[in-house]
């Protein structure tokens, strides 16, 4: 029940509290994503339908965690990958649920079953059998024999030219691609080799500043706000105190907090910060009293510095993609209608 205490709730009403801890969100948040995983198409289903009243932009479905909770004992997340089958009939059941779009999550391979081929026929089977048009491609396969998540975030070699390959061969997908860009320089590099979109996940929660503030700028042209990191606290502590205790016990001033934590990265103070927001979360019940006991470590020169000019990094990691492409895929047809 994820923080839930029983307490005197009638066990539907705690249900629907818990349920709405887990899927709702603030409207600042559009256009907002769900992702689902597992392995039972009922659950699917009734996942799905739960969603329908928060009104996410797009219903995901995980098919690319390879965290032994979920690929082993639980049998979805990458493992889902061996059975594609499966995946277009979970994927047919989640869109006839929803009126969201919807998009797989996936790695470009598994342990052994790393060949361009074989992602090519997981994307060709997918799409062929169910309404799935939008694929996010982690480019790294995930090693299921035991290592951490952690460790198959770094220790899998980047294939940037197999998801540059799905581009050319599946034209009428969309494809996202994702792992290893950690600059608005790469996202841009990404999108200018034809990316039809790109996804940041730690580079964005690790150092949000350097990231995450220049997005509009940068990639979408839009001007520059000027905005400090002071005035960011003040908009954050507002919504904050809206949101905190609004389900119980639930968020608390931690859990609001944390995604802050990566704000300073690199920045005078920021260890002395991190130390302190530890402290604050011991007692602290609210956003004032949490700003007002930690950003005394972070000088007044960084508090008030306008966004800069986005930082420039000279590596591509695309440069020359298009001349280390796969072979051509030729889709195997019959494999799809009698698999």
Avoid at 207 to 223: H, M
Avoid at 254 to 266: C, I, M, N, Q, Y
Avoid at 294 to 316: F, G, H, K, M, Y
Wanted: proline share 7%; net charge neutral; with cysteine.
């Amino acid at each position: 029940m994820h923080g839930f205490t029983l307490r005197c709730l009638p066990l539907k009403q705690l249900f629907i509290k818990s349920m709405t801890w887990f899927l709702a969100f603030s409207p600042e948040q559009h256009p907002i994503v769900l992702q689902i995983g597992g392995s039972n198409l009922e659950n699917l289903a009734k996942a799905t339908e739960l969603a329908n009243a928060y009104s996410y932009d797009e219903i995901n479905f995980n098919c690319g965690c390879p965290s032994p909770r979920v690929a082993g004992h639980g049998c979805f997340g990458v493992r889902l990958m061996l059975d594609p089958k499966f995946v277009g009939e979970a994927m047919s059941v989640i869109a006839a649920k929803t009126n969201a779009p919807v998009s797989v999550k996936c790695r470009i391979g598994v342990d052994d079953h790393d060949s361009y081929n074989e992602l090519c026929d997981f994307i060709y089977k997918v799409s062929s059998l169910s309404p799935t048009r939008h694929f996010i491609i982690h480019s790294r396969k995930a090693l299921l024999n035991g290592i951490s998540p952690a460790d198959n975030r770094r220790v899998p070699p980047l294939k940037y030219e197999y998801f540059y390959g799905l581009l050319r061969d599946f034209p009428d997908l969309k494809f996202t691609i994702n792992g290893g860009i950690n600059s608005i320089d790469e996202v841009n590099a990404a999108l200018l080799e034809g990316a039809h979109g790109v996804m940041v996940g730690r580079a964005a929660y690790n150092n949000p500043w350097q990231t995450l503030a220049y997005v509009d700028s940068a990639v979408y042209g839009v001007p520059s706000s000027g905005v400090t990191r002071r005035q960011v606290l003040k908009e954050y502590e507002v919504y904050g105190e809206a949101v905190l205790g609004i389900y119980g016990k639930k968020p608390t001033v931690r859990d609001v907090a944390k995604p802050l934590l990566g704000l300073f990265h690199s920045e005078p103070g920021n260890g002395l910060w991190k130390r302190r927001a530890d402290a604050a979360f011991m007692h602290c019940t609210t956003m004032k009293s949490f700003f007002e006991e930690t950003l005394d470590a972070i000088p007044d020169s960084v508090l008030d510095a306008p966004l800069a000019e986005a930082p420039s990094r000279s590596e591509n990691p695309f440069a020359n993609i298009r001349d280390v492409l796969p072979p051509p895929y030729k889709e195997r047809e019959q494999e799809v209608l009698y698999a």
